[in-house]
């Protein structure tokens, strides 16, 4: 028995890790389940990715729209809110990443005061833009208030501004005298970035207060 507990304490890290790896394929599995729900046929006659497909149709750039948002179909199934959620985190998630980079740029040499300063300023315009979308998504939890209009419009008009905000960054590195490997790596992420933000953008716009919240 005193050896016995001695070497389960022992063993006790092992426990852990166990746990750990036994909780890794639980979400592992869940993920193959969220894989094989998106397939399933809801109410409307839909699957979850049909829903998607159909609400991006709503959007400037569908393809980006479904390709982006198609692996949350079904944690979104066929709630327009939470498509619309889905569509503010990722681009949030995008505009991070994107500041990271630049700032990593920033760090590097080759670059002239020009484009430093171009590159500052990007940074200052992406992190508007991630305060923007933060904001619209705390938002997004009050939709179901009675005052639905109000708690949207505060969303439009925070998205649009973090849109403005991403063109700005861009136009800021339009002008000639600019290095063009810096210029295009940042104007291609910061232009993809603005088609997440625009159309997260539409499809807030298309929410109407008579729509579930949620399933
Ligand atoms: C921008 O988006 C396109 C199409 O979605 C993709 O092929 C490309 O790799 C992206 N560029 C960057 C820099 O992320």
Same mark, same amino acid.
């Given at each position: 028995?005193?050896?016995?507990?001695?070497?389960?304490?022992?063993?006790?890290?092992?426990?852990?890790?166990?746990? $750990?790896?036994?909780?890794?394929?639980?979400?592992?599995?869940?993920?193959?389940?969220?894989?094989?729900?998106?397939?399933?046929?809801?109410?409307?006659?839909?699957?979850?990715?049909?829903?998607?497909?159909?609400?991006?149709?709503?959007?400037?750039?569908?393809?980006?729209?479904?390709?982006?948002?198609?692996?949350?179909?079904?944690?979104?199934?066929?709630?327009?809110?939470?498509?619309?959620?889905?569509?503010?985190?990722?681009?949030?998630?995008?505009?991070?990443?994107?500041?990271?980079?630049?700032?990593?740029?920033?760090?590097? %040499?080759? $670059?002239?005061? %020009?484009?430093?300063?171009?590159? %500052?300023?990007?940074?200052?315009?992406?992190?508007?833009?991630?305060?923007?979308?933060?904001?619209?998504?705390?938002?997004?939890?009050?939709?179901?208030?009675?005052?639905?209009?109000?708690?949207?419009?505060?969303?439009?008009?925070?998205?649009?501004?973090?849109?403005?905000?991403?063109?700005?960054?861009?136009?800021?590195?339009?002008?000639?005298? $600019?290095?063009?490997? =810096?210029?295009?790596?940042?104007?291609?992420?910061? =232009?993809?970035?603005?088609?997440?933000?625009?159309?997260?953008?539409?499809?807030?716009?298309?929410?109407?207060?008579?729509?579930?919240?949620?399933?």
């Amino acid at each position: 028995m005193e050896n016995y507990r001695s070497s389960s304490s022992s063993y006790a890290p092992y426990t852990l890790i166990a746990a $750990m790896l036994s909780l890794l394929v639980c979400s592992a599995a869940q993920t193959i389940d969220g894989q094989t729900n998106a397939e399933f046929i809801n109410s409307d006659g839909q699957t979850n990715a049909d829903f998607i497909k159909s609400s991006c149709k709503v959007t400037r750039y569908p393809r980006v729209c479904f390709d982006s948002l198609s692996v949350y179909a079904n944690t979104i199934q066929t709630s327009p809110q939470r498509l619309a959620q889905a569509a503010l985190s990722v681009s949030l998630a995008s505009a991070q990443s994107t500041k990271t980079m630049m700032s990593r740029l920033l760090k590097g %040499r080759g $670059m002239n005061p %020009r484009e430093m300063g171009a590159l %500052r300023d990007c940074i200052e315009n992406i992190g508007d833009s991630i305060d923007e979308v933060k904001k619209s998504i705390e938002e997004m939890s009050h939709l179901s208030d009675p005052d639905f209009e109000f708690h949207k419009e505060n969303i439009q008009t925070w998205v649009s501004a973090a849109l403005t905000d991403e063109d700005t960054c861009t136009d800021g590195f339009a002008g000639n005298g $600019m290095n063009g490997n =810096v210029k295009s790596a940042i104007t291609s992420r910061v =232009v993809n970035l603005s088609h997440l933000t625009s159309n997260a953008l539409a499809l807030i716009n298309s929410l109407t207060s008579t729509q579930p919240t949620s399933r």
